[in-house]
């Protein structure tokens, strides 16, 4: 299952292998390396079953692979989808990641943000902002500048947190000389926290009893897995697609700018009418391979909708408020934008149709563009 996760998002532009490249590139490889005497320059985003940073990443590091291991120097942010994440060199931004075990022993010059089932800092580590973790099995040793907060399972503190822990959801927790918690402990918890003799406490302990039957049920990973999956599955549609067929998301973007009022009298009649359309098919034996056509064919273009229309919205997002981005990376934007709204109970469901009217609509528009062009 957590293997299947990993190829959770793709934001590649062309496949790139060099010692020193500038502004935005995108690699997939079967291994990369960035080597120890090599500097990249600008933001860098790479999908690899093994990731291997030894150099420097002048810039922000966007990593999607199985096994990564950090042990250069990334002067922006670290992003990572992936199972298994070492950190031993010097992040100077923030750290995003999620995957199944995050190691840190290195120097995080930001906050980390992180969903896992373990996470251990190091002795050797340090945080130097903040701590925000969703995670089952979590070893604090090293230093902690600000707070660490979340929701775990099960916590163990054995280094230092400069500012305490404000809000912090937890079945058991453990804090072990010789910790040094600098500010207030304040968490929830069916029991209360065990601190040994030897513990250097500068606040208060502030604790609140969740029954252990309410606590039972736990924290549930498996909405935010599905989700994420569901959102791998729409980026790798969405590469292929403008890859591929960039021609057509030109077309698209033209007739959603340009035919509005076209776009939802078509979009509305396809939608609604070709189910209809393929269940009276289904009545007649001479209908049912043109019904099921008709059908799969409906099924395809619906899912396929959200990456056209979510291209465009982050197209003219970007131009609107003047974002200097890429266009790429405004696609990606609006891409992962409305997949994150689709994905949300009933909303997304209410959301869905005026995309699908949208997306109908433009093809029909550009289909009827291109003939024309065609027969000129």
Known sequence: ???????????????????????????????????????????????????????????DLYVIGENVQIKGRITGDLLVFATTTIVSGEIDGDIR????????NGKVGGSVTNMSHVLILDRDGSIGKNLLTFTTNVDLNGKIAREANGRVDNVRITGSIGEGISLMYSRTMHIDAPAVIGGDLVYTSPQRAVISPGVTFKGEERFTLEPAEESDDGFSYIPILLGLSSLSSTLLLWLAIRFLFPAGLTCVYRQLDQRKGSIVAWGTCLVLGVPVLSLL?????????????????????????????????????????????????????????????????LFGWLLALPVWIAFFGALVGSVHQANKTFHA
């Open 281 to 345: 098919l289904l009545i007649t034996v001479v209908g049912i391979p043109v019904s099921i056509t008709l059908m799969l064919t409906h099924l395809i273009l619906t899912w396929t909708a959200k990456v056209f229309v979510g291209s465009w919205i982050g197209i003219r997002l970007a131009e609107r408020f003047q974002w200097k981005v890429s266009p790429f990376l405004a696609e990606l934007l609006g891409v992962v934008a409305l997949q994150c709204l689709l994905i949300i109970p």
């Open 1 to 59: 299952m957590r293997k299947k996760l990993i190829g959770l998002i793709l934001f590649v532009s062309l496949l790139i292998v060099t010692s020193t490249a500038y502004a935005f590139t995108g690699i997939i490889i079967e291994s990369y390396h960035l080597p120890a005497d090599t500097v990249h320059r600008g933001d860098m985003v790479v999908s690899s079953p093994k990731v291997i940073v030894e150099g420097v990443v002048d810039g």
């Open 97 to 104: 990641t999620l995957t199944d075990t995050l190691f840190v």
